[in-house]
C-alpha cells in the first residue's frame, strides 16, 4: 500500500539502542510512596507486605523476561540487570524502560488485594518511573549493586532508630529528628541498644533488602578458555529463613519453576556429579537450559562481598569473557 502523506513524521523518532558490548541496569521507583505509603497504612519503618508485593512482581518479570539476569530490590525501588550481549528489543531504551516499568506496575496492582486484603487500593494508584543506565564493565555492576546494598543499610539503620526513639523512646518526630542530626551509624546502634534494640538482631529483609535471581540446583561453570564443564551442586549461605518457598504466606510467596527435564535431583554438598570436556558452544547451551529450568528465588543475603557473585557464576559469567 502506498505511504499515506502523513507517514513523514515517523521520520521525527529518534534511534535509542543504548550502548553495545555495556551492562544495563534498569531501575524502577515509586511515585510518591511517602504519601502512597501513608494512604494505604504501611507499618513504620517497614510494611513486611509491602516489600512481599514488590518481590512478587519483581519475580514475575524475571519469569517473563529470561533475559533479566538479577534484580534487587529495597523500599520502592527495584534495579534490573541485563548482560551486554542482549538483544532484547535490540537494546531500545524506551522499549526496554517502558516495558520493564509497565509490566512491573502491572504485577503490583494486579497482586495488590493478596498482600494487602483488607486495604483496598486508593487513588491516586501506585505508578513507578524507570531509568536505564550503562556500565562498561563487571566491577562497575558490583559497585552499582554495593552501592544499592549501601543505600539500604543507611535507610534502614535511620529508620529503625528513628521509630524506636518515637515509639519506644516516646520522642516526637521532630526531637526524634534532632537527636539523630549529625550521628555515625556507632552512635545509632547505641540509641538502638539503649532502647533494647539489637540492630544485628533484625531481619535480614530490612537490613540486606531483596535479591531476586534463578537459582540452579547445580550451579554450571562454564570456563571459556578450557570450555570444560564442572556441574555441582549450588551451595548457598542462606538460612532456611530466608528461603522463600511455594508453601510459605503470601507475603512469601515466589514463582515456582519446573525442574529441568534432566534434573537430577538432590545430591550431598560438595559432591561433584560429572564432570566432562566439552565444547564452549555446548556447555553454554547447556547452561541456558538449566537457566530457563531454573526456579527464580527471592534471598535477603549481601551482594557486597565476592560470596554471592562466585556461588552465582551465571549471572556475571557472560561479562567475564
Ligand atoms: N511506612 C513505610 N513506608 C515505606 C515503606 N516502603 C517505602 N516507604 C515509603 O516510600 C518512600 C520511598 O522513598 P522515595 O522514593 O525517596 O520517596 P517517594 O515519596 O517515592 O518520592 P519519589 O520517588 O521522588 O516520587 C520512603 O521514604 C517511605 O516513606 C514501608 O515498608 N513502610
Ligand atoms: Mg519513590
Excluded at 200 to 209: D, I, L, S, T
Excluded at 279 to 306: C, F, G, S
Aim: proline residues 6%.
Amino acid at each position: 500500500m502506498a505511504n499515506s502523506k502523513y507517514e513523514y513524521v515517523k521520520s521525527f523518532e529518534r534511534p535509542d539502542n543504548l550502548l553495545p558490548n555495556t551492562w544495563i541496569v534498569i531501575r524502577l521507583d515509586g511515585r510518591g510512596f511517602h504519601k502512597f505509603s501513608a494512604r494505604h497504612n504501611f507499618s513504620k519503618p517497614n510494611d513486611p507486605r509491602a516489600i512481599s508485593l514488590m518481590n512478587h512482581s519483581a519475580t514475575l518479570l524475571l519469569r517473563d523476561l529470561p533475559e533479566l539476569l538479577l534484580a534487587y530490590g529495597v523500599s520502592d525501588e527495584f534495579s534490573f540487570l541485563l548482560s551486554p550481549q542482549t538483544t532484547l528489543f535490540e537494546r531500545r531504551e524506551a522499549k526496554l524502560t517502558s516495558t520493564i516499568v509497565s509490566t512491573f506496575t502491572a504485577y503490583y496492582v494486579h497482586h495488590w488485594p493478596t498482600y494487602f486484603p483488607t486495604e483496598p487500593l486508593k487513588e491516586p494508584l501506585p505508578s513507578f518511573d524507570a531509568r536505564a543506565v550503562c556500565y562498561p564493565s563487571v566491577t562497575n555492576v558490583r559497585d552499582y549493586f554495593s552501592w544499592r546494598q549501601v543505600d539500604c543499610h543507611i535507610n534502614n539503620l535511620y529508620n529503625t532508630v528513628f521509630w524506636a526513639l518515637v515509639v519506644k523512646g516516646g520522642l516526637g518526630r521532630t526531637e526524634a529528628e534532632s537527636r539523630l542530626k549529625g550521628t555515625l551509624a556507632k552512635e545509632k546502634n547505641e540509641i538502638l541498644w539503649g532502647l533494647g534494640v539489637n540492630y544485628n538482631c533484625e531481619e535480614e529483609k530490612w537490613r540486606k533488602g531483596s535479591v531476586v535471581f534463578r537459582e540452579l540446583k547445580k550451579s554450571v561453570e562454564v570456563d571459556a578458555t578450557t570450555a570444560t564443564e564442572t556441574t555441582t551442586p549450588t551451595t548457598t549461605t542462606t538460612t532456611p529463613a530466608d528461603k522463600n518457598t511455594a508453601t510459605a504466606q503470601p507475603s512469601d510467596a515466589v514463582v515456582q519453576e519446573g525442574d529441568g527435564e534432566d534434573d537430577e535431583g538432590d545430591v550431598p554438598p560438595g559432591k561433584i556429579l560429572r564432570k566432562k570436556k566439552t565444547t564452549k558452544k555446548q556447555a553454554k547451551k547447556e547452561q541456558k537450559r538449566l537457566l530457563k529450568a531454573a526456579e527464580v528465588v527471592v534471598r535477603h543475603i549481601d551482594i557486597i562481598e565476592d560470596a554471592f557473585w562466585n556461588e552465582h557464576p551465571s549471572i556475571l559469567g557472560e561479562g567475564m569473557e
